[in-house]
C-alpha cells in the first residue's frame, strides 16, 4: 500500500536523521554542514579564534561540519580574511575550535584549499602574480576587504601557469597541510578541487592548456588531483578523506567543455582511490547564476553512481524535504547543507520538528564579528524566551 503524503514526509525526515559511517566514524545524521566561508580569521596571521570555536560548536549536532576553506600556504590565499593550516600558531588556533566540536559530540574535517588564479598580488608571497594550470585571466574581482587602498574588491590580476618544479612544492604543500590538520585535532580532511579554484583550473579544460602530463585528455587534468590524494591517504589513510567537485559555477568564469565527460570521469577515478566520500556541488545561484539545475542533479545522479566505493554527498541549495527525496531515492547518502547552517545552528533539531528556521543575514556573511556569526537562536532558546515572556 503506497503512503500518504505526510507518511512520505516522515520516510524523508527518519532517513535524513538516520545515523551514517563513514570510513571508520560512526556519523548521527545525514544533515552535514557545508564549508562557509565567513571571512573572520585574523588579517595578520590568518588564525581562528574563540569566537570561531564557539560558532563551530554551536553546530557540532550536524552529522559532519566540513570546515570553511583553509589555506594550504600564503600562496593559497585568495580572499581577506580566511584562515590557515600551514603554520603552528594556525594548528594551535584550529585546535581550540576542534576542541570545541569534540566536546559537544561533533566530527569536523578540515577543507584543504588553494585558490590558485582566483587571487590578488597582494595576498602572494613577495606580491608576486597568483598561479594557475595555465596562463589565466579570471574574471570578476579579488574580495581584499581593507587589506588594499582599492578595496574591498579590485579586479584579478593575469595568473601565472605553474612549473612541473612548482607542481611538485605544491604536492608537498599539502602533505604539509594534511600533517598540520591532524596536529590540529581534525577527523579528517576533504581536497578541495571544486569552485574554480586551482585544482578544478586543473580539471576544467577553458583553463587548463599545458602540453605536458598534467594537461590536454581528461586524464591528464584530473592527475594532480589524484596525486594529491594519494599524498593524503599517505598521511592520513584513506577513511578519513573527503574529495569536492563542482561540474559548474564558482568566481573566475571558468567552465570544462565536457563536464559529463569530465566529472565523471574523475569520480570513476576517485573512487579508486577508497576514500571516505566524494562531495558534489550542483548548479546554484551561490556558486553560479542558478541556471541548468535539471542537467546538473543528472550529472550527480551519473557521479554517484560510478562513485560507488564510499559516501556520497550532494550540495546545492537542497530544502529539507528534497534532501529527504535524495536519500530515498538512493541519489546521495548525506546532505551538506550551508546557509541554512548559518541561520540555524541546530538544523538537525529544526529538521526533527520541520521547523520555523531562522532567515539568514546575508549582509553578515562576511566579515565583522558575533553578529550574523554566533547570534542565531537556537528552538531551545527560543523556547526559553517564551517561556519567560
Known sequence: MPLDASEEKLTQKLLLLSS?????????????????????????????????????????????????????????????????????????????????????????????????????????????????????????????????????TIPHPKARALSLAEIESLKADYRHAAQCAKKAGFDGVELHAANGYLLDQFIRSSVNKRDDQYGGSVENRVRLVLEIIDILVEELGAENIGVRLSPTGGPGGSYDHNPSETYTYAAKAIAQKKVAYLHVIRPNNHTGDGSGQEDGNALLIKMRKVFNTGVFIANGEFSPQEAGEWIEQGHADAIAFGRLFIANPDLPDRIGNQGPYNEANEDTYYGGGAQGYVDYPTLSKKASALNNS
Open 20 to 152: 551514517l559511517t563513514i570510513g571508520k566514524t560512526k556519523m548521527e545524521n545525514r544533515v552535514f554542514m557545508a564549508p562557509l566561508t565567513r571571512s573572520r580569521s585574523t588579517a595578520d596571521k590568518q588564525l581562528q579564534t574563540p569566537l570561531h570555536a564557539l560558532y563551530y560548536a554551536q553546530r557540532a549536532s550536524a552529522g559532519l561540519i566540513v570546515s570553511e576553506a583553509t589555506q594550504i600556504s600564503q600562496q593559497g590565499q585568495g580572499y581577506a580574511w580566511t584562515p590557515g593550516i600551514y603554520t603552528e600558531e594556525q594548528v594551535e588556533s584550529w585546535q581550540v575550535v576542534t576542541d570545541a566540536v569534540h566536546n559537544n559530540g561533533g566530527r569536523i574535517f578540515c577543507q584543504l584549499w588553494h585558490v590558485g588564479a582566483i587571487s590578488h598580488s597582494i595576498f602572494q608571497p613577495n606580491n608576486q602574480a597568483p598561479v594557475s594550470a595555465s596562463d589565466f585571466q579570471p574574471k570578476g574581482e579579488a574580495f581584499v576587504g581593507d587589506l588594499h587602498p582599492d578595496g574591498p
